[in-house]
């Protein structure tokens, strides 16, 4: 049992449920209290123990269904086999012995596996696939691509190499049992790779998704394929999660050295005032207020779109966002992206000043008339395009206006530095007055420049 | 069998809680069974009402110990969890033992002898007599144990969880002047969390994490059974049906089992025997706690009602 508690874990793990040494103990423990005999128990004590949110509990039923549909290794059934005490524990403990009676004759000097498929014993056949899936170690596989070399483990592990010999003899001597014994293998072959296929979801769910997200964190945000639009979105909230995590932390450090009257005399008044405690001012930290100015025109919109969904996830971090789109001209945009689904926002936005051609002296020129205003000192100001004004006025004065009035100015370009400067792009005029620019094509340049953004008001 | 001794306790449990009026589903059994073999405090999450709070109470009457309860909200501190010393008790008997003080002291030839005889005489102001126990000393104190219910634990700030950790994980509590106190008896401990921030990790790993969701019909129906024994079987029926109806909406507050039960209460002064749509709509209030949340449910109330009613007769 503890063998298959241990590999219950893992395949927890597997599952995306954080189970930690100390909670497998804790586990271990209470299903030592509760025993094995009842599943729903069983069940009900993992969820308990392992999972720690709701999340984590779905998964894990899922996860606890899926490794029990499983056949389970023998010494579980036999146990269980045992209570039961039907006829079939006989045959099942023995299953070489007693062949089923059709096909008892011949079936002497054949290899053990040619023997226990004949026997058509379904429970043998299934808890000897067990064994030899746990024999080959099932549970290391990690990709799909993995499941041809892992089945023909198996098999081997079953004593396969003996079956074929047998077939060789048998098509020679007894070539009506050689077809039966061909029909059989053909069975078996399936149920294993049905076996390494389950082997596969319960243990390699993981790391077949952490290496799709690598892949996908590194790919470039504008030329992503529609299916992998939702993976994406996943993806920004993750990221979004973790920076939430980082930056979440209390805002107040304490300044040694200034004394703070009011709350030491407070804090004494049980010894008549005389100061034995002392408190000291503290500083408050400011959370980030944030303006992003984000162009939806054509090839930047995909950017635009994911970064606004990760700059408004941060809630907890981030005081205060306000979010402008522009192409041609410049709307604010912060209560569409509030109030809307990520996809209908987008696509609210699109209808409202998407894929026009992009002039950017206008747009900071509808920037400068209403909102330059809500610029403080403590503002960090974004600016994400690609500089590529099609050759109208670049107004970088009005950026150096904005640049001046705000704490920083960062210009997120989603195109490569090579081409900075080059056709029609403004990027070398504007980059003057960037306090800093960054190349920010992928989801991982996104978290980078975001997560930069917000530690400097740490 | 020895296997067979756990799921007989697991009913014991849940027999013993409906005893004290509190019906609880198989997990929630499993959890507080588990906790006592086990000694692991139990998280609780879960909506308002769904009676998290009632469990810890339940748990205390059946067993017939005492519930120290320590509510926690912004702020809460050291002082006020677990212990305190009392300032003004030592300072008025420094007062009343000034003239003892000075007996004590006035033996002594000089400065250096003086100090020495304060040293084992100074003591006596940090010991036991002085401290002021709260919630939390309070139950590792109790010698027949008892049921420490910490209510909202999501409300509190991340240090006061750190505080937590050790008297969770040990039952044990360390205080600088006198040393660690350990449990005469570890007490049962009921966490409970709204979920209004995530709890961190090293608190809940310490903990059987317990979620207790809106129950289904027929425990609801038997909740109400329990706590409301004046209520008809059809109307009782009726009202449940009803009540999950509403929950398949998008509210802002769903109605919870303390609802249901309020409502049921309502129901029953008013002398209802049957659900209809008129007095539905009057005592929606009851059920529902926003004014936007009884606008959107207004229009479904007659289907659901009727829907309610018909199921009842086939169910």
């Known amino acids: 049992m503890r063998e298959n508690l241990h590999r219950f874990f893992r395949a927890a793990r597997g599952a995306g449920v954080h189970v930690s040494p100390a909670e497998s103990i804790d586990a271990m423990r209470a299903v030592g209290q509760v025993g094995v005999s009842d599943r729903g128990i069983l069940r009900d004590t993992l969820l308990l123990t392992l999972a720690k949110t709701q999340n984590e509990k779905r998964a894990l039923a899922d996860c606890f269904d899926l490794f029990f549909s499983q056949p389970e290794p023998p010494k579980d059934t036999s146990e269980r086999n045992r209570t039961q005490d039907s006829d079939e524990t006989a045959s099942y403990e023995v299953p070489a012995l007693a062949p089923a009676a059709g096909s008892s004759q011949s079936t002497d000097g054949l290899g053990p596996l040619a023997q226990l498929l004949l026997s ?339 | 069998m020895a296997e067979h001794r756990p799921s007989t306790s697991i009913e014991a449990v849940e027999s013993g809680l409906a005893a004290q009026g509190y019906i609880a589903s198989r997990q929630i059994a499993t959890a507080v069974y588990l906790s006592q073999a086990i000694d692991k405090p139990i998280l609780v999450e879960g909506p308002a009402g769904v009676g998290k709070t009632e469990l810890a109470k339940a748990i205390a009457a059946w067993r017939g110990q005492k519930m120290i309860r320590l509510q926690c909200y912004e702020g809460l501190d050291e002082a006020k969890a677990l212990y305190e010393w009392k300032y003004a008790k030592q300072l008025l008997y420094t007062q009343i033992l000034k003239d003892k003080l000075g007996e004590v002291l006035g033996g002594a030839a000089t400065l250096h002898a003086a100090l020495e005889q304060l040293h084992d005489f100074g003591d006596v102001f940090f010991s036991k007599e002085f401290v002021e126990p709260r919630p939390l000393l309070q139950a590792l104190e109790q010698p027949a144990g008892c049921v420490l219910l910490v209510d909202e634990i999501d409300k509190s700030d991340a240090e006061f969880e750190s505080l937590l950790l050790e008297i969770l994980s040990d039952f044990q509590v360390t205080i600088p002047e006198l040393g660690t106190v350990s449990a005469i008896t570890p007490p049962t401990v009921i966490l409970t969390s709204n979920s209004e921030r995530d709890l961190g990790d090293a608190l809940k790993r310490r903990c059987l994490h317990l979620h207790i969701g809106f129950p289904e019909q027929k425990l609801e129906e038997r909740i109400v059974e329990s706590r409301v024994p004046g209520i008809s079987q059809t109307l009782r029926r009726q009202m449940v049906g009803f009540i999950n109806e509403i929950r398949t909406l998008d509210l802002k507050k769903l109605p919870s089992v303390s609802e249901t039960i309020d409502w049921a209460r309502v129901l029953v002064l008013l002398q209802a025997s049957e659900l209809d749509h008129q007095i539905v709509k009057d005592t929606l209030n009851v059920l529902l706690k926003y004014e936007s949340d009884i606008e959107a449910a207004l229009p479904q109330v007659t289907t659901f009602v009727a829907k309610a009613i018909r199921q009842n007769v086939f169910g």
């Open chain 1, 120 to 458: 058509q014993n379904r429970n043998a056949i299934a808890a000897a696939t067990a064994n030899a899936a746990s024999a080959a170690s099932l549970s290391d596989i990690r990709y799909s691509t993995q499941r041809g070399i892992f089945s023909s483990r198996i098999l081997e592990a079953m004593g396969i190499q003996r079956l074929r010999d047998d077939l060789d003899e048998l098509t020679a001597t007894n070539p009506a049992l050689a077809e039966r014994l061909t029909a059989l293998l053909e069975g078996l072959r399936e149920s294993v790779r049905e076996t390494v296929s389950q082997g596969l979801v319960l243990y390699g769910r993981e790391e077949a998704e952490n290496l799709r997200n690598e892949i996908l964190r590194n790919a470039p945000l504008a030329r992503i394929e529609p299916r992998q639009v939702e993976q994406m979105r996943f993806l920004i909230r993750q990221i979004a999660r973790r920076l939430r995590e980082r930056y979440s932390k209390p805002r107040k450090r304490q300044r040694r050295g200034h004394l703070d009257v009011r709350r030491t005399l407070r804090r004494n008044a049980a010894w008549g005032g005389v100061p034995f405690l002392t408190a000291w001012k503290r500083k408050h930290r400011d959370r980030p207020k944030i303006v992003a100015l984000c162009d939806v025109s054509g090839s930047v919109a995909r950017v635009s779109d994911f970064f606004l969904l990760l700059i408004h996830s941060l809630h907890e971090v981030v005081d205060d966002v306000r979010s402008f789109a522009f192409s041609g001209n410049l709307i604010e945009v912060s209560d569409i992206l509030e109030s809307k689904s990520p996809e209908e926002a987008m696509k609210d936005i699109m209808s409202k000043v998407g894929f026009g051609s992009s002039d950017y002296g206008s747009s900071f020129a509808d920037f400068e008339k209403e909102w330059m205003s809500t610029l403080t000192p403590q503002t960090t100001v974004i600016v994400l395009g690609d500089a590529r004004s099609n050759n109208l006025d670049p107004r970088a004065d009005i950026l150096r206006r904005i640049s001046e009035r705000s704490k920083r100015l960062v210009w997120l370009n989603p195109e490569s530095r090579m081409t900075w400067g080059f056709g029609d792009s403004e990027m070398t005029r504007y980059a003057t007055f960037c306090s800093v620019i960054r190349q920010c094509a992928t989801a991982q340049q996104l978290e980078r420049a975001v997560s930069d953004i917000v530690a400097t008001y740490q």
